[in-house]
């Protein structure tokens, strides 16, 4: 990538060393700008963001209105994908580590020469490499930098809480740190606190011995033992019931647990990252999120963007859905139109909500190309497929007329039914009959599939040719 793409921010009060650092980093091949303090430098940060990008911010300590550490506190709030470079006084030990620990990537001691400068920033550059991954999707200058951001991550053993919307893929960032650490040849265990009753979640997570309660037959592991050595991930931490979260903030601690019912402790060996797609600060307030738990878990926050800000992503994520559910072997495309109408999407289910629409796209191309009317979008309903793909098919339906307020039937429902009838049994074709798939992929909850298959049946239609599922 070349180096002019990047966008550094050199903060510095003397205005000698300030203009000196920026030709030397600008003459290297950077887009420098600079700010003379920190407050000055907050509404830059917020200016080349909006305009452009800022992948690096240099800062002194030392400066007058608003000092480093004051500056770093706010980029760590509001912006902590940015990674920050401290530049501290000759010998002061103090200064340095007191930067890291606020959360600085690294930190400079003054007098430092031109080269120990570009090494550092060449370190901590974004690696232009992220976005060949065949793992991941890294297109947006964003969703680059957290990924850069993620790869530093992962070599140190901070716990790392990630937050952003439910399905941006919080999970797939957890991964890939987990990947990129020392840990990655061991486990890397997953727990989604939401979908798990409370009742049964500490069981889950701390294991249990044989006769600890009703039905425990036998002693089982729980996710901490499981993820010994490697990475636990704590996804959606928020929805844990605050009982529990005094009982996971002493295993944090201690860096051991005691099974249900058992009376040895286990020591621990394990990286923790949490998500959420809460406010944390706020549940912390309102009396639902313990605020000691919190300072654990958030000790480098990671704030993940919805997909609608990561625009750049979209399509070489339906890309790569296409590749992960197209079931022939020629290659299936997505013409322009298609492109322009994923880019244009609010996508409140995110990354989710994109997989689902491909697949459903995957369904009705014709030809191994996906275009504009073959996304049957959920705010459109299940009647906004397009004519053409659908007005041809061969199965017979019974009639169903729909009755307007003169009397007459309407022609427009039945055919729109007809059509919804035939999404649902090419989609039931595709999947082997598999009716939780089918109604995952149709963007519908699997009561609402059984109700739309019993009337399909009332009016006639056969089932025997399909495969069953439930």
């Known amino acids: 990538m070349n180096k002019q793409a990047y966008s550094i921010l050199v903060v510095e009060d003397d205005q000698a060393l300030r203009v000196a650092l920026t030709e030397t980093l600008s003459l290297s091949g950077y887009h420098c700008t600079h700010a003379e303090n920190g407050k000055q430098a907050l509404v830059r940060i917020e200016d080349l963001l909006i305009k452009e990008s800022l992948d690096l911010v240099i800062t002194d300590n030392h400066m007058p209105v608003m000092d480093g550490e004051t500056l770093l506190r706010h980029i760590q709030k509001k912006h902590p994908e940015i990674p920050v470079i401290m530049a501290t006084a000759y010998g002061s030990i103090d200064g340095a580590v007191n930067a890291m620990q606020l959360g600085a990537v690294d930190y400079l001691q003054k007098p430092f020469d031109v080269k120990t400068l570009l090494e550092k920033v060449a370190e901590l550059l974004p690696d232009a490499s992220i976005s060949q991954c065949d793992d991941i999707v890294a297109q947006d200058p964003y969703t680059k930098r957290i990924f850069s951001l993620a790869k530093r991550l992962a070599k140190s053993e901070a716990t790392v809480m990630v937050l952003g919307e439910s399905g941006t893929g919080k999970e797939v960032l957890a991964n890939y740190i987990h990947q990129h650490s020392h840990r990655s040849d061991c486990p890397f265990v997953a727990i989604n606190c939401a979908a798990i009753p409370d009742n049964m979640l500490e069981s889950i997570l701390f294991g249990y011995e044989k006769g600890a309660f009703t039905g425990a037959y036998q002693a089982k592991s729980g996710k901490f033992e499981q993820a010994n050595g490697g990475t636990l991930l704590l ?149 906004a497929a397009s004519e053409s793909k659908l007005s041809d098919m061969d199965v017979a339906y019974p009639h169903e007329p729909v009755h307007g307020e003169d009397g007459r039937s309407s022609v427009l429902n039945s055919d729109l039914k007809k059509r919804e009838y035939q999404l649902i049994i090419d989609t039931l074709r595709s999947v082997s009959g598999h009716r939780n798939k089918t109604a995952e992929i149709l963007g519908i909850s699997p009561r609402t599939l059984r109700y739309k298959i019993a009337k399909m049946r009332e009016n006639g239609f056969s089932f025997e040719t399909l495969v069953e599922a439930s």
Request: proline share 4%; net charge neutral.
């Open 235 to 383: 996804d959606e931490i928020s929805e844990m019931d605050i009982s529990l979260q005094a009982k996971l903030l002493r295993v944090l601690q201690e860096k051991e647990v005691e099974r249900i019912g058992g009376k040895a402790l286990i020591p621990l060996d394990v990286r923790v990252i949490a998500t959420s797609n809460r406010d944390l600060e706020q549940e912390v307030s309102q009396g639902r999120f313990r605020e000691d738990l919190y300072y654990r878990l958030n000790v480098f926050p990671i704030k993940w963007r919805p997909l609608r800000e990561r625009v750049l992503d979209i399509v070489p994520l339906a890309n790569l859905f296409i590749k992960k559910h197209q079931s022939g072997t020629a290659p299936i495309t997505l013409d322009e139109s298609a492109k322009a109408f994923l880019a244009k999407q609010a996508w409140p289910g995110n990354v989710r909500e994109l997989e689902n629409l491909i697949q459903r796209a995957i369904i009705l191309q014709q030809g191994n190309r996906i275009c504009r009317e073959d996304f049957v979008y959920e705010a459109d309903g299940l009647g």
